[in-house]
């Protein structure tokens, strides 16, 4: 800044922050759309103004370093720009830069720490990658195998996620899928791009893609979308690879005859898109097709749906920053179902599911009870008591979110 308070641009930083970002927001031309409709704005006075953010970090003032950590990368602004900015890119762009000028928030080095040691970000031991499997009997994946099951960090370590995973094996095993798990299965990398470490990304990415190709790996079914993400938009291609998310790979299951819902399930139940799957890859009908085949089951849409869903605020590495009371987008997404009146926010994410639980639990709010789409499916299969992924009390046959 100069003596007269002006700020006077940097050549230097010009071209460093330019080089990051790649060009990528040279169409923008400053309409705000992106600003206008950031769900920030909903919980707090100013949303991310991604134009700012890139004018503040080329004239290295203060002020850019901690908004960049704001976005989930939820591509809500994405979908609405004019000019098809790819806005999640510049952020992950100036995040790459915060690292070399060492602004990182307090938290995300120890998690990438994890990541290179244990090989998750949730700072847990290798040796309980498999403790979610724990008496299923599952083998490892063979070349002869219909499909490879990918846990990912997640539905491998975090107790509320690990139901989730349980109750898809059942319903693989109801439609006969040959499938098998990786022995030591590696993290995909998520969490390491979402934080702009894009080198060591690399070296993630070209290990696993070895490890995949050698194994003979072609479908790959995956529980989170952001796994799906990743191999889906961010790994090599080889000839038969088809990575797949779980709501997908089950309609081809339910349309194919192999996946049928013998059991009622008297309800309704609405259904939250996750960003991930749905702005990013467009997955907005499968889902609906497994709730739909629920026999007793009525599918309520949410006012704000589909390519207009609202983010539950865990994407993007929010999963590992704190967000405040009162600013998570999740307690206006519970508000909104609430306003349905349906039984169950039914999603097909881990990490929405923990944000929405938090944000259900925080307001005190009973119904509608936050599940998996493979947690109401599984209710509905025949299969023994005695194998259920569900814990006491939420069994086949018993009731859930105030019905029976």
């Not at 990438?112 to 008496?135: C, F, M, T, V, Y």
């Not at 049928?260 to 991930?276: I, M, N, Q, V």
Request: glycine share 10%.
């Amino acid at each position: 800044m100069s003596e007269s308070g002006v700020r006077v641009l940097d050549d230097l930083v010009w071209d460093e922050v330019s080089a990051a970002t790649r060009g990528a927001a040279a169409p923008c031309f400053s309409c705000g759309v992106c600003t206008a409709v950031c769900p920030w704005g909903l919980v707090q006075k100013e949303p991310v103004n991604v134009r700012r953010l890139i004018r503040l970090a080329q004239l290295g003032a203060d002020g850019w370093g901690e908004a960049i950590w704001l976005c989930t990368t939820c591509g809500l602004c994405e979908a609405r720009c004019p000019r098809g900015v790819p806005v999640s890119e510049i952020i992950l762009a100036l995040r790459r830069l915060a690292w070399d000028r060492r602004a990182v928030p307090k938290g995300l080095p120890s998690m990438l720490w994890a990541i290179h040691w244990d090989g998750n970000p949730w700072d847990q031991p290798p040796s309980q990658r498999e403790a979610w499997a724990k008496g299923l009997g599952l083998t490892p994946f063979a070349s002869g195998d219909e499909a490879l099951l990918y846990i990912g960090c997640t539905g491998a370590y975090d107790r509320r996620s690990q139901r989730i995973a349980r109750s898809l094996v059942a319903l693989l095993r109801a439609a006969g899928v040959k499938f098998g798990i990786l022995r030591d299965e590696p993290c995909c990398g998520e969490s390491v791009r979402a934080v702009g470490q894009e080198e060591y990304l690399a070296e993630i990415v070209a290990a696993n893609t070895e490890r995949f190709r050698e194994a003979g790996v072609q479908t790959l079914v995956t529980v989170s979308p952001h796994c799906l993400d990743m191999f889906r938009a961010h790994y090599p291609t080889w000839d038969g690879f088809r990575p797949l998310h779980y709501t997908e790979y089950l309609a081809e299951l339910v349309d194919a005859g192999r996946l049928r819902f013998a059991r009622e399930l008297p309800g309704t139940a609405a259904y939250h898109d996750p960003c991930y799957l749905g702005r990013r890859h467009g997955i907005y009908d499968a889902p609906r097709k497994l709730l739909a085949a629920i026999p007793g089951l009525t599918l309520v849409e949410l006012p704000l749906s589909r390519e207009d869903a609202l983010c539950c605020g865990g994407g993007g590495g929010r999963m590992w920053l704190e967000t405040h009371a009162g600013e998570r987008f999740g307690d206006l997404r519970i508000r909104e179902a609430q306003g349905t009146d349906v039984d169950w926010l039914a999603t097909a994410c881990p990490f929405c599911v923990l944000c929405l639980e938090d944000s259900a639990k925080v307001l005190g709010v009973e119904r509608p009870r936050v599940v998996d789409v493979t947690e109401l499916a599984v209710r509905a299969i025949q299969m023994p008591l005695t194998s259920s992924p569900l814990p006491a009390g939420e069994r086949q046959g018993e009731g859930a979110g105030g019905t029976s």
